[in-house]
Each structure stands twice: as C-alpha cells, then as structure tokens.
C-alpha cells in the first residue's frame, strides 16, 4: 500500500512540474542583436509577453540568422517549425502578399506609424490575401525609403543608368520609372555590393542604413519618400492556438496595433535620428527635395501608382481602403 500511494504521489508532482514548465517559442530575426528593431522592440516585446504569460510561455529570440540566415526564407522557418515566429519582409515572398504592396507606392506614407496601423487594421479586417493561415503578430510598414549614392544626388537626372539595390518587385518598377536599373540583393549583402561596385545606389530607409553599415560605402543621400515596405512577424494559426490559454492572451494583449504602434514608434524616431547622423558625418551630402524636385519624381511616378491600382481587380479596393485608413491614422495624430 505504501509502494502504490507513494507511487501515485510521485507521479502526481511530476504531473506538477511538467505543467509548470512554460512552453519555450523561437523568435527568429536575421538581423544582429544590436540593431534597432531587434534590440529596442522584438527583445522587450519578448520579455513583456513571456511575464504576462502567467509562466505559461518563454519567448527566446534568435537574432543574426542563427536559426538561418537567409532572409528570403524567414517565413519558411515558421512554416517548417525551426521557429514559432520570424520577423521577414512581405516582399520575400513573392505572390503570396501582394496586397501589402499597397504601402510601398510611392509618396502614399509619411511615416512608419501610418503605414503600420493603417495596413494591420485591414489585415485584422481580413481585407487582404495571403494570411488565412497564419496568426499575425505584427504587421507594420518601415519609414518610407530615401534615395542613397555613391553619385551626386539631388534631382531625377542623377538616377539616368545608374544601377540602384531594390528589396522587391515595387521597388524594381520605381527604379525604372526613375531611369534607373534595379538589381535585387538580400540586405545582408547590400553594403557589400555598393563596395564593390555591382550596384551604384539603393532604396532604403535610414534605419536600414545604419542596421546595414550603408553610410560606409555612399556618401550621398535625397530625402524624398518613395514608399515603405510592409514588414510582417507571422506565426501559424495551428502553433498559436495550440498554446496555453493565458499564452494566447498575452500574445493577443501585445500583438496586432499595440504591436504596430510600438514598431513605429521605435522606426520613425529611429530613422530620424539617423538621418541626423549622417546629416553630420563628414564628406556627406544629404539633400531633402523641394517642392520641385517631388514634382519632377511624381510626375513620372504617378503611372506607377494607377498602373498598380489597375493591375488586379483587387487593387483599386485595397488602394482606396489604405488612403482611408491612413487619413484616419493622420486625423488621430492631430
């Protein structure tokens, strides 16, 4: 008898113990530890929703491609199960968001915050494909993009031939439409390809700019706001919802606007920052265009935004709902 009811109580606090282990998730991010968005939003976000989790949950977060370095293959990482959740962009994977291309038309955005909350309201709204399957943790839009040289830059002319580094298909049409040729490259490898002359210039946002170390290879920068680029950190709906109730409800508390309104808020101080930066670095030339300069790149950018709103009967929609949504975001800001 002794045996069998010490038995039963042994069995019984290992049945406690294994219900007290909290289930552990990888967060997996390409970019280093250091970087802006990995250490000022994906860390904490972590950390305030592993303590809100009531013990049931502990988010690791994996930063610089240590569950794989490949940032084209972010999303396959949480389709394969080697992380529960990556941060990647929408563009990546190609076909599959194309309605987050939205954000990325040119002069449509100002800012991170109203790109991030506008698109995450229509995600939640089920307004646009390519997310029945997953539990979206964030949907948020980058600062729009600027243009950055190892060329004078100041007007449209200056592009004429030149070879720019794009990210996706939006940014391969703007390039054209600006004169120029676009080459696509994987971020990692950006400042590598500016060095050695594959490409003469690039697309991106001043936080990418520091993240990639781009300062040190160009020199010459228009600041000028040619789209942002919709940034996602998906899970599967089939992991979330195995997860324990009060997981759930803590992933749910710091998730969807909560989640983009942080996002942005670290994105846009960030980026302004950065633009100061290298403002002052020595040998730099940044130029924020005037009125005439945006005139010259609209007029040729403006085809690029009705040519897309014309693309799929989807489109339009989609186009209409996102200029709605993000004069609500600027009303709310005022």
Known sequence: IFCRTASALCASFAASIAVAQPVVLKFASFESPTAPFTARVFIPWAEDVTKASNGTLKIEVF?????????????????????????????????????TEVS??????????????????LVARNDLVGFADLKMLLVGVVPPVHLHGKFPLKTLAD?????????????????????AVPVLIGGPAAAE????????????EWNFVQTFKIDEVVNNHLAIPLGGSTVIIPMTKKRFDSLPAAGKAAIERYSGEAFARRFAAVGDSSNATNLERVSALPKHTVTKADA???????????????????AKPRNERVYQAMIAEVAKVRSEMK
């Not at 800012?111 to 909350?117: A, D, H, M, P």
């Not at 390809?193 to 991106?204: E, R």
């Open 193 to 204: 390809a500016l060095s050695k002359g594959v490409v003469d210039g690039i697309l991106c």
């Open 63 to 99: 930063a610089g491609g240590t569950l794989g370095r490949n940032p084209l293959q972010q999303l396959k990482l949480v389709q394969d199960g080697v992380a529960d959740m990556a941060w990647t962009a929408a563009g990546y994977t190609p076909g599959r968001f194309d309605d």
């Open 292 to 310: 005439a300069v945006q005139a010259e790149f609209r007029k040729v950018l403006e085809p690029l935004t009705e040519k897309w709103r014309k």
């Open 104 to 121: 990325e038309l040119p002069f449509l955005i100002d800012s991170s915050l109203e790109g991030s909350v506008a698109l995450t309201r």
């Open 159 to 179: 592009l004429k031939g030149k070879r720019m580094r794009i990210g996706g298909s939006m940014g391969g049409q703007i390039v054209e439409a600006m004169g």
